[in-house]
């Protein structure tokens, strides 16, 4: 059993199976899920057939790639950093699709038991690492990151933690579920990397967290608009993200809103949004290597600060930090898998990653309170 699922809009979920075709890439091969066999075949011919679709195409039948974190090493000519057996992309192309109503779930909650997660201590140690890079001037913003493992008392069926989740109020605007055999990707992210429509290609970078209630969301974005901190953070992204939009067509990018207000349950962000209108045509590979992996999960420079958090961060990120794109009709439109887990359904076990951006004005104890408040954010939508 294969699927795919999309929050479509407030009242509408895009479900996705029987799928026509289903790859998971390596670097010298890929694998069949529809077989079970593996296929030679490298990431560089893969990265060829991107080149070969354009962005402005229609698609007739929905593709979803999910591209990890480990893809963007390469796509940023850091090769050396990925191993021959990591995954690197998920390719589905689907048969059939519907839009649908949420659907009722069987299960009321999902209880989630802690088996690891970062400690003070270690946290610490990663965070002056951190500073040591910033004050030699090797970066500018750098965000840091860590995995936490949970894991549930029985094995849950995906279908029902589909529809658990999808039928919970206020979830991410570029929510998604996609299940394979044995995996799951469960992502609540509010975070776009692009979306394209009409001609105009849009990126939205999330910087800056403040945790509380929405009941006091004049106060709490007052807060937000006084912490330079927070403001550096963003407009450090804002800019990266802005050069990264000028590689696509004549530079032209601009900052459409600079700063505004973004609420998930528990949580306040501050956002901007940046646009590029298209002259020419483009392909979607020019559009991943571009602007993947996104500037809010790496940092600023994005090459120099993939290679210091390869060095600091002890696990790979996989699909956390990694991006999901679906592709249907005129429809193009990837988010950055924040707030997502990935999950091993008959191991029971769920790997949720949550950081921050860590700049010279960060301060450890409030850096690592802001990631426990991302990881209670998720665990709040599955009371």
């Known amino acids: 059993m294969i699927f795919s699922r999309f929050k479509w809009n407030e009242n509408t979920i895009l479900e996705l199976d029987q799928p026509i075709a289903a790859y998971i890439y390596y670097k010298k091969e890929r694998f069949n899920l529809l077989t079970g066999f593996p296929e030679a075949y490298s990431i560089g011919s893969f990265i060829k057939n991107l080149e070969a679709m354009d962005l402005q195409d229609k698609v007739p039948k929905p593709i979803v790639f999910h591209f990890y ?142 945790r509380g209630d929405q009941k006091n969301h004049k106060a709490l974005w007052k807060q937000m608009l006084n912490d330079k901190k927070e403001e550096g953070e963003l407009l450090m992204i804002t800019d990266l993200l802005k050069n990264d939009l000028n590689k696509l067509d004549t530079p ?50 994005k090459k120099r600060v993939m290679e210091i958090i390869s060095e600091v961060e002890r696990f790979n990120r996989g699909i956390y930090c990694g991006s999901t794109l679906l592709c249907f009709g005129e429809k193009k439109v990837a988010n950055i898998n924040i707030r997502t887990a990935a999950i091993n359904l008959e191991e029971r076990i769920w790997r949720y990653g949550a950081g921050g951006g860590i700049t010279l004005l960060s301060r450890p104890v409030d850096e690592f309170k802001e990631m426990e408040s991302k990881v209670s954010s998720f665990l709040t939508l599955l009371k």
């Open 69 to 210: 974190y480990e893809f963007g090493q390469i796509q940023n000519g850091l090769e050396r950093l990925v191993e021959e057996n990591k995954p690197l992309v998920i390719e589905l192309q689907y048969r059939r699709h519907r839009k649908k109503a949420p659907r009722k779930s069987k299960l009321t909650h999902i209880p989630l038991q802690t088996l690891e997660r970062p400690t003070w201590g270690e946290y610490k140690i990663s965070f002056q690492k951190v500073q040591d890079e910033l004050l030699k001037g090797n970066c500018y913003q750098l965000n840091l990151t860590y995995p936490f493992d949970f894991m549930t008392d029985e094995v849950l069926d995906p279908r029902d933690i589909a529809d658990f989740f999808f039928s919970k109020k206020n979830i991410g605007a570029y929510s998604h579920a996609t299940y394979i055999g044995e995996e799951m990707i469960l992502s609540n992210s509010p975070e776009c990397l692009f979306q394209y429509r009409e001609n105009e290609i849009f990126t939205m970078p999330i910087k800056g967290t403040i």
């Open 252 to 301: 032209s990018a601009k900052v459409i809103k600079l700063r505004a207000p973004l609420w998930v349950p528990g949580i306040l962000h501050q956002y901007s949004l940046i646009s590029l209108k298209l002259k020419k045509k483009i392909s979607l590979g020019h559009a991943i290597n571009s602007l993947f992996p996104g500037g809010s999960i790496t940092g600023a420079p």
